[in-house]
């Protein structure tokens, strides 16, 4: 089947503009209804948000991303194929969730190959901490998922952890899966499995 691509002159753009919107975001004045909220924390090039936003016309999707340079690929992607359900901020995860998101606006939080920052020195950079638990849980609705995977043994298990010394959150029966037909979740992931990697994954829920 062919992609309608629309012409640059008629795209909308998607990102948020943090310096201009009031804080907490207004998200049903954003998105134009109350959809349930899914967050991605380091989006890279966009690919998960484009098809898990394409496969749920009735979600609606954030995705944060540091990187200019990567917000704009993954912006572009979804622009140019007119998705109308997501929005983009380029940002820091940990300061805009606290700033800018209500209490239990999210239903669900995907966290795919963040940073494993591996130097000991570096740990502390981890976005995964014992100080984004409670975060999450503050942000997230009751019953509302944090899924999570990762290539990297050392922050699997700084992540394992971190998960089991809290008690906010509660082990889920989901866990973050490609769907069928497709070579992996992320950008990410399609390159490490055809490397042959392990891949960690897990999910949580808050009650
Ligand atoms: C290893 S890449 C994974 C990208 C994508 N999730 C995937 O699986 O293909 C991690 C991404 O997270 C972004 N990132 C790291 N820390 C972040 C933070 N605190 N807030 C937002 N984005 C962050 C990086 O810029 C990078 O693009």
């Known amino acids: 089947m062919e992609e309608k691509i629309i012409p640059p002159a008629e795209r909308i753009n998607r990102e948020l503009d943090l310096e201009t919107l009031a804080a907490p975001l207004d998200l049903a004045e954003i998105f134009g ?3 349930p909220l899914e967050l991605e924390i380091g989006i890279g ?4 948000l484009l098809n898990e936003a394409r496969r749920n016309p009735d979600r609606n999707y954030i995705g944060i991303e540091i990187a200019r340079k990567y917000l704009v690929k993954a912006r572009e992607r979804v622009e140019k194929r007119g998705v109308p359900n997501v929005r983009f901020v380029n940002g820091e995860a940990f300061d805009f ?9 999210l239903s669900t939080i995907h966290i795919y190959f963040p940073d494993p920052w591996p130097k000991k020195r570096h740990h502390k950079r981890r976005l995964f901490s014992d100080v984004f638990i ?5 942000k997230l609705k009751p019953g509302g998922l ?5 290539d990297h043994a050392g922050y699997w298990e700084w992540m394992c952890e971190v998960l089991e010394k809290q008690t906010l959150l509660v082990h889920a029966d989901r866990m ?3 769907p069928d037909g497709t070579a992996g979740l992320t950008n990410y992931e399609i390159k490490y499995q055809k490397e042959g990697r392990t ?7 808050k009650p």
């Open 199 to 205: 891949i960690f994954r897990t999910g949580y829920r």
């Open 97 to 105: 969730m606290e700033k800018f998101l209500s209490d239990e606006s």
């Open 45 to 48: 090039k966009g690919l998960f």
């Open 146 to 150: 944090m899924l999570i995977a990762t």
């Open 176 to 178: 973050p899966e490609a």
């Open 134 to 138: 409670p975060l999450a849980h503050r």
């Open 33 to 35: 209804n109350d959809n």
